[in-house]
C-alpha cells in the first residue's frame, strides 16, 4: 500500500511479539478468508483501488465492494445510539478534517 507508514498501522501490527494474542487471532481469521465462497467489504473500487486489485489477484474467491455501509435501522439511527462504539479501536478524526477542506471530487494524487 503507498504512502502507508508503520505508524498508520494499528498497534497489534506493529508487535515484534510473535506470541502476541491479537496478531495471531488476525492471521488465524485471514486465513481464514481464503476458504469462503466470497468476501464483502466496507469500501468502494476508486477509493481503493491498488489494494483491492492486489487482494483480487491473491483471493480465490469474488471480492465484492459494498460500501460505504450505512445504517439503515430505525433503532440504530436515534440520537441516544450515537455514543455507542462501533470499533475497539480509538478513532482518529485527521484524516476526515483534511478531507474536509479538499475541494469537491479532487485527486490528491
Known amino acids: 500500500m ?5 505508524k498508520d498501522m494499528t498497534a497489534f501490527i506493529r508487535t515484534t511479539d ?12 485471514s486465513q481464514m478468508t481464503l476458504r469462503t465462497s466470497a468476501l464483502i467489504l466496507n469500501t ?10 492486489v487482494m483480487r ?7 465484492y465492494t459494498i460500501g ?5 435501522s430505525e433503532h440504530e439511527s436515534k440520537e441516544e ?4 462504539p462501533t470499533t ?11 478531507l ?3 475541494q469537491p471530487k479532487s485527486k490528491f494524487w
Open 2 to 6: 503507498p504512502n502507508v507508514c508503520l
Open 18 to 29: 510473535p506470541d502476541d494474542f491479537l496478531l495471531n487471532y488476525t492471521k488465524t481469521k
Open 44 to 53: 468502494f473500487d476508486d477509493l481503493e483501488k491498488d489494494v483491492i486489485e
Open 57 to 63: 489477484s491473491r483471493i480465490p474467491c469474488p471480492l
Open 68 to 72: 460505504p455501509l450505512l445504517t439503515f
Open 81 to 84: 445510539d450515537k455514543s455507542i
Open 88 to 98: 475497539l479501536l480509538k478513532e482518529e478524526t485527521e484524516c476526515l478534517t483534511w
Open 100 to 102: 474536509d477542506k479538499q
